[in-house]
């Protein structure tokens, strides 16, 4: 640690240092350093730990990712990119057969191997070189292993073949570590082979039958896209799908997949699984039917990658580890330090790509801030600052890529009122100019929620085809608080779905 002794931190450089310029190598000469010093150490190279090295590396610091296997991480090669694209063909193939004189030139089936080999290039076939390159176009150090805390400020890394790498950070470590599934207490899983939603957004056939255990967001899809591809799949949930979301848009969502011929099997308990001769899976429910596919899916949810990370040992799961979390303020700052950061799925928070990466932009903004002397080191920061994910607690925005849609922002009336907020709601069945122009027999729903003291949208639901690209509207009129009678003034364009927006609005009253 010699090394260390009496170096100044450098917070004025332009950070584009690269890893080796970034540490120092021992006397030895190896390939691997064996003790590398730097601003900030980030665990795990998914898309939330590349945005918070970035961030503090453009912030004139520098940083070091360590990640032991794809730099990307899951969205990029078993979640988000590759179960979108498995979707895309069937979406866009239905949106033509839903329009008439399209409809005519839209038959026939989905070519499945067309789309796999679609849904492989967005993986860029589970490579991940061009993303090494812009880790180290962007001057962010790599090393290429597995991270543990080893004491405040330092990190180990462990390599497959052995050999460590000790690094010690003169500002702070981020933890950025990911998710793991959380496979459910169903008897005779363990003795089945069964694919999780990485082996189900990367398989190159498509299975006959599939059972799909789970109604979740990522249950939901799966069993729609393998559907459309010529699946024959039930999908099996302990309770409703979908049930954090509004019931009409569940239920769209519902009658969407049983048009693609899913048997869909709501508040169905099963008892336990085993295998089959040929291979395949047998799923024993409750209520005595046993359901046989070629392939179980298993997608019941997932929890923070907190394991064999060294906290125990510095005494930080004594913190709040309360159902697997680690507590941190809304810069990701972890309680009871002022240099251990959580951000992305491992803090917990909120499971979506897009608001890890705001927080890894929100931790990495704090490390800087305090680096400089301008945010306290454990002090928190001001809401709405550059420093913290303020929008996690009111707008968060999240879509299901089904087909139709769903597409939500903000709080439900229920969660409103549940936090003390006084709201209404305004619902109407989604029939404009614009949905009738987009599908023939266009089927959608929407609701506002109203803060009635404040006068302000606290959130916002669209089910239908295409309702995404709505949703963005509604987050900013949620963040930046707009009046209803402001709102009133931004007029949707004749004739699109957002003219939903008007019809609420003149619903509720203005
Ligand atoms: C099927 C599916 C579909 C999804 N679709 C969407 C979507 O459409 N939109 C959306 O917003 N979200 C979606 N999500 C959620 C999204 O994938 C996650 O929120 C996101 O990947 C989290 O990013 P992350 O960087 O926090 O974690 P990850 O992407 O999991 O990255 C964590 C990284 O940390 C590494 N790591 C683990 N332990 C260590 C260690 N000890 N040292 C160093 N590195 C380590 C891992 O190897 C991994 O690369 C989906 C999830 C699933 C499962």
Redesign the pocket.
Known sequence: MTEQDGTEPDSTGNGSTGHREAGRRDADDTSRPRRLETDVVV????????NAADRVVQDGLEAVL???????????Y???????ALLRPGTALAAARSVAGSREAGTGMLDAQAVLDRRNSFTSHWNDSSQAEWVEGAGIGLVR????LTGPREVT?DYDDAGTTTIVARRAVVL????V?TPPPLKGLDGVEYWG??E??SAQEVPPRLIVFGGG??GT??AQAWARLGSRVTLVARHDILDSYPEQARELVKAGLVSDGVDVRTFTAADFVRGTADGGVELCLQDGSVLSADRLLV?TG?AP?LA??GLEELGLEELDMDSGRLESDDSGLVRGTDWLYV?????GK????????YE?RAAGAAISARARGELAPAAAPRAWSREASTANHVAVP??V?TDPEIAMVGRTAEQARAGGVNVSETSLELSVAGSSLYADDYRGWAQMVVDEDRRVVVGMTFAGPGVSELLHAATIAITGEVPLERLWHAVPSYPTISEIWLRLLEKYGL
């Not at 665990?43 to 590349?50: I, M, R």
């Not at 078993?78 to 979108?84: E, G, I, L, T, V």
């Not at 951000?343 to 803090?347: F, L, N, Q």
């Open positions: 665990l795990g190279g998914g898309a939330v730990g590349e360590v990640e032991p296997a794809l730099i990307g991480g899951e969205c990029s078993w979640a988000c990119m590759p179960s979108k292993g597995r991270g543990r890394v950025a570590t990911g998710s599934p939603t990485r189900a957004t967001v990522s899809e799966l997608s997932r990658a064999h990370l951000v992305g799925d491992a803090a909120v499971l979506l790509t897009h608001q890890g990466k890894a999240q879509v890529f």
